[in-house]
């Protein structure tokens, strides 16, 4: 036997402008093809690392629904908790809506007065357009809260009311004077408010309503860490750039 070596002629250095299958390497092929067929190749590559990005981020997913359904099963403290974050991962992280529903719905069906729950549903219902639905959630989590502020903004803006002594425009105006609003309770209520206030016609009341609103939006901006500050200079010079 010989070794592979001997006896064999030596391999020179193949050609820089041909591959091994005798096609032109790809350096060649971008610089002779035309532009419609680098950008088609390109396009190509970068839909191929998105569909790698996406599973990935589905199979991350996909664990936590796994590790929260072991939970389930294991007996973990506050089942209707797991139910929502589950329902969570459905909505925020998959677009899988009617999933999420069922396990809402799960969590109420453990605890019927799960707040989270209700206010989640009602958020499903109304980005599906159904705001009967949506109204009949946010009435049973104030049926359970009388002054859930939240709830109580959403439903107003469901509303459609019959007159300047509307009980909707009451509640809202009892809940602004109470002391216990935080800073973001009290700009959805305002808003509420004010969309109410210029349906009936009381449009200085409801400008009034959506000022104090806008300043209380941007006091919850601070005290979330957001810079809210307004620097006329700066914003005119970016406007003359």
Do not use: C
Not at 30 to 42: M, R
Not at 88 to 108: C, H, M, N, Y
Not at 196 to 225: C, H, I, K, P
């Amino acid at each position: 036997m010989t070794k592979p070596d001997e006896g064999m002629p030596e391999a020179g250095p193949k050609p820089e402008t041909e591959a091994p299958d005798g096609a032109p390497p790809a350096e060649i092929a971008a610089e002779t093809a035309g532009p419609e067929a680098v950008i088609a190749a390109l396009e190509t590559q970068v839909a191929a690392l998105k569909d790698q990005g996406l599973r990935a981020h589905a199979g991350r997913h996909e664990a936590a629904l796994a590790a929260y359904g072991e939970a389930l099963v294991r007996g973990a403290d506050a089942p209707e908790q797991i139910f929502l974050n589950r329902a969570l991962v459905f909505s925020d992280g998959l677009s899988r809506f009617e999933l999420a529903e069922a396990e809402l719905v799960s969590a109420l069906q453990l605890n019927p007065e799960y707040l989270p729950a209700l206010m989640n549903l009602a958020n499903l219902a109304e980005d599906r357009g159904e705001r009967a639905r949506a109204r009949g959630y946010y009435t049973r989590a104030l049926s359970l809260r009388p002054w859930f502020f939240e709830a109580l903004a959403r439903y107003a803006n469901l509303h459609e009311p019959q007159g300047i002594d509307d009980p909707v425009i009451d509640r809202l105006r009892r809940a602004l004077a109470m002391p216990n609003a935080d800073a973001l309770e009290r700009a959805s209520l305002g808003f509420a408010l004010a969309r109410l206030l210029d349906a009936v016609g009381a449009y200085g009341e409801a400008f009034d309503s959506a000022t104090a609103a806008n300043v209380a939006s941007l006091q919850a901006m601070r005290q979330g860490g957001f810079e809210v500050s307004y620097d006329r200079a700066a914003h005119e010079a970016r406007i003359d750039a």
